[in-house]
């Protein structure tokens, strides 16, 4: 029977691959401490709910950068979501909103998708083109003004709520449990591991990485498209510039998770303690009462903080 | 090698927790930092406010909040302000935050009037004194706030009107015509300024020249906008007018680049100091006031008013009016 031990290599492999859960767990138990409303259930479904809107995008997000891509426009697929939604509820109701808001996200992540794999376009290029073209639509289509919606189901179901949990963060972790299954348990998601790992090497190998490519940005605009329709049932409201700080938001927290920007490895798991690791920071700036200047600059820090060790651990695993 | 790294990485995050505790400190003055901090526990029962502002880093942002915090720090409050980041839910999430730390009063300061009904109702569920600030609540709503301090944006953009006629009443044109550079598409200030300003000069014979030009009160973005205009319109131009005091620096930039300064009228809205500047150089004709500190004060003041149990107004207008050069001296520049 072997013997079970963690010599020091184990132990140092372990800290390697468990840094940010390891340090979000260290600094909610310090916060526990040094704030005693941290740990209170009214604080905790506060950040569940506020981290589950951008959360949705954040695993499409993931599932983009292993596949070796980026989307900027999807803070703009955003936008004209919570607009096209709020005009749709109002016209047509909820569900055959939820329904035209979810097709219009998939047709504008086709659109990226065919931009970038069938013709080509670097994803920044197309993808900034598009960010602004569907800004302007939502300009457009709106004469430039928020739009409000009073739809009565729409206000039941904002209202919603189990224990403090709203319908947003249930949606969320249905998200999670389906982006997690395919990426891991499937040829499907072994596809985008591919892709993203090596282009050359997985084109070679008979993968369609082309299909790969242009699939990534449909669930992107879906995703997209399903965090704004969250959002605009929050907020009863839509308007083109919200949700303006999306794209960088899920980079931030794939980046944090440890899903490398190269692609090819990383996954949505490790974005969900991205996403903690931020929720919890944020919220525990809030409570220490630290202004809003100050919180940038500790944001930031973190950031740097996050990113540098998880170059220089890498580093020194790979070594 | 190895130790030496991991010893840079643990100060990099030690250094960064301290940081964070450091700030909390900074901010809470003398307040323990343990626990969280209701007036109770603070010293001598000072109460706690909780701002958040949906435009924190916006130019006009920077003297409102500066006049909160001085105020609430000679009321004897403890003053917090966070960004929202224009975004109604994270500010929602921001209050609810705010109410479960056991914060006394609150002050809201909208991103767009559309998103402000949940908000304004999630405000009177906690039974907390709040105010809003600067930004109109949405129509549905608007009734349900206990106070809020904002300018009359209309009466804003009227001023704006009215300095335009007497503009060309002293200076007499056959054209009329005006270049106009406007703030955000769909804000209510940038609309409801434009809605004032249209009503005073309908009929007048004024002509805006150019349709919607956005620069988002974003100078450089004014300096672009401003640029175009003088190349398409050029000598036609009779007058210029600016939404804030920003873009009229970015335009007058434009407008000094291609020599045609002193060729037209010029007329902005606001109390920069290079507003100030330039209605004493005579480069611009007026402007029309519109006072961040007085209205960030203002906020406190109604606070404290409510949370005393006094009565309090449901709108207090932050005064307006026109400024020249020889008013400059009456009014706070920033």
Known sequence: MKKLTLDKGDFRIFWIKNAVPILLIIFAISMVFVNRTFSSWDNISNIINEFAIYGITACAMTTAIICGEFDLSCASVFGWSTVLFCLTCTAFGVLPAFLITMLSGVVLGAFNGFLVAKVRMPAFIATLGTMTAIKGLAYVVTDAQPIKTENETL??????????????????????VIFIWFLKFTKFGRGIYATGGNYEVARLSGINVKFYKFIVFVLLGACAALSGI???SRIMAGWAPYGSDLALYCVTVTVIGGTSLMGGNGGVHRTIIGILFMGVIFNALTLLSVGGSMQKFVRGIVLISVIMFDAITSKRHKA | MRTKKTLVLLLVLILTVSL?????????????SAGSASSEDTPGGAKRIFMSSAYYTAPYGAPLQEAVQDKAKELGYEITIVDGEANADKQLSQFKTAVADGYDALIYWPGDQASTPPIVEYLNSTGLPWVALNTVVDDSVIDKVPCMIASDEVEIGRNVGRLMIEYFEKNPSDTKNVAYIEGSPGSSYTENLTKGMNEVIKGSGINILNEPQYAEYDPSKAMTIMEDLLTKFGDQIDLVVAQDGGMFQGAFSAIEAAEYVGKFGIICQGQDLIVKEKLLSGDLYASVAQDPYTEGSLSVEMLDKMIKGEEVEHWVVNPTGPIYADDVDNYSWF
């Not at chain 1, 206000?155 to 999670?176: D, E």
């Not at chain 2, 964070?20 to 323990?32: E, R, T, V, Y």
């Open chain 1, 155 to 176: 206000y039941a179901i904002s209202k919603f709520n189990i224990g403090g949990i709203t319908i947003v963060p249930l949606v969320f972790i249905v998200v999670v």
């Open chain 1, 230 to 232: 969250m959002y605009g």
């Open chain 2, 20 to 32: 964070i505790s450091g700030c909390a400190n900074q901010q809470k003055g003398d307040a323990p």
